[in-house]
């Protein structure tokens, strides 16, 4: 048995618990703010057998993974006139920081 | 020294924190959601020494138990006429999913 | 590698995040009640390498440290009047519970 504590971004949230519950593992959300995710952003706590780690894990990359996305264009109304970027600008979204733990015990009561 | 995470529903929360409280155990709770329990739901943090483990998984297991209660009877008006039930239901309610957690340095400052 | 679960109160959360940002540490918070610390407070969790894990303890400590700060006189109109105390009283403020979690993968993704 391993619990593992993921922090996402909250856009990520509700992809990656459709995504884990669909393969049935059990996920716990809370709120959270701060880390290397600047965001509002949401831990999650999933615990699984050690046979399955590694398939949660896939699933927390796949739907967390740090990528870019297409800002759109700054108006230079309002803004600085420097920092106007006429064209789209990719920025970097996502990302996931995850720690596995190890567990002494489980119950479901 | 070991950490319990346990998820328990809302409904347990308050019965749940004093138990624990009154033994002595420090508490501390985490607004969740999601999970097994569908509803929403707390997250206890509770450091135990060893050899009050078992005593602290007791009072989890004493007061949060999954058990059976009458839900009231669905009107007919408003809702689906074939799931009606004109005798009270007994619907699952409760539970408590439990990890226990090894600790390696505990402090208080 | 390590997970520092750090229970501090709410008055020293910002002065806590900041020190520990300044020092290069990934913070997560989440908020939390009850506990050791009956008012509200902050749940902190730290990934650290096994190196800096006494700097970022020690972080913890010189931040929130329970120590005493005095309170305003509490005025004898609408209170208790044997409670008024006509010079500035100390109380206890501060402090802070702490986990070291061991961590057997950590991953960013
Ligand atoms: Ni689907
Ligand atoms: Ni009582
Ligand atoms: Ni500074």
Partial sequence: MKLIMAIVQD???NKLSH?????????????????F???GNTTFIIGTDDDRLQEALDIIKHNCKSRE?????????????????????EIPVGGATVFVLPV???HQF
């Fill in 11 to 13: 856009r990520d949230r």
């Fill in 19 to 35: 995504a884990l519950i669909e393969q049935n593992f059990r996920v716990t959300k809370l709120s959270s703010t701060g880390g």
């Fill in 37 to 39: 995710l600047k965001a």
């Fill in 69 to 89: 996305q297409a800002a759109p264009p700054v108006s230079p109304m309002g803004g600085n006139v420097e920092a106007y970027a006429p064209y789209p600008v």
């Fill in 104 to 106: 002494e015990q489980f």
